[in-house]
């Protein structure tokens, strides 16, 4: 709990945050604790206690913009709490709004940049992506390329992460996407065409209503 209220305020004092509601304050000390220790097989803690921090600021946000209590995993009615990302939080649906995985369009041809999913936000939902992963056997994927809020942001190779064990890594900087704002996904392949388990790794702060469904 020491390095959670460190991070807490750490946030507070560099972004001169503030919370509406104090109990946002004592859940997110929580949230974060659990957060940190259930992803503690990550290769470099410093990069988790920075993205840490920028999850604190997003949690933040969330509250001035709902205007209601951040109450953790599990909110109650009235409040607002998280959840692992999902794939049908970016209006994944090539496959199945429950399942991370891709199918290129080979029409291109290789190693051109093909849109992979795309979403625009509503005022009940804000998205924090940390992280990427790709499970499958033959990965054909080489680089990424993500576009939040109208702004484009640098091209990511990921070659090297097919050399590691395990098929997942962290952003170099974290993406927050806000409420009423456009999230796109594109990447580029190897092969025409591929079918990859690939997805984010995020968090999807909204109310409880919308956390427990389902499906879109």
């Not at 290789?110 to 979403?119: C, D, K, M, T």
């Amino acid at each position: 709990m020491m390095i959670t209220e460190t991070l807490v305020q750490k946030a507070e004092k560099e972004y001169g945050m503030s919370w509406l509601y104090e109990d946002s304050r004592y859940a997110l000390m929580d949230f974060i604790t659990t957060f940190i220790n259930d992803r503690r097989f990550f290769d470099d803690m410093d990069i988790l206690k920075e993205a840490s921090l920028d999850l604190i600021v997003a949690a933040n946000m969330a509250e001035a913009h709902f205007q209601k209590p951040f109450d953790g995993w599990l909110p109650k009615s009235g409040t607002f709490g998280a959840t692992t990302l999902r794939p049908y939080h970016v209006d994944y649906t090539t496959a199945s709004e429950n399942e991370w995985y891709w199918t290129s369009d080979g029409s291109s041809g290789p190693l051109a940049f093909q849109e992979w999913f795309s979403v625009e936000t509503d005022q009940t939902e804000v998205l924090f992506i940390y992280g990427y992963f790709n499970t499958s056997l033959i990965p054909n994927t080489r680089e990424l390329q993500f576009t939040a809020g109208g702004k484009q942001l640098p091209v990511w190779n990921i070659e090297q992460l097919f050399s590691k064990q395990d098929r997942y890594f962290l952003l170099p900087r974290t993406i927050t996407i806000d409420i009423n704002s456009t999230f796109k996904g594109e990447a580029s392949v190897r092969s025409l065409s591929t079918v990859e388990s690939m997805g984010l790794i995020g968090i999807y702060f909204s109310t409880e209503g919308r956390l427990v469904r389902q499906s879109g």
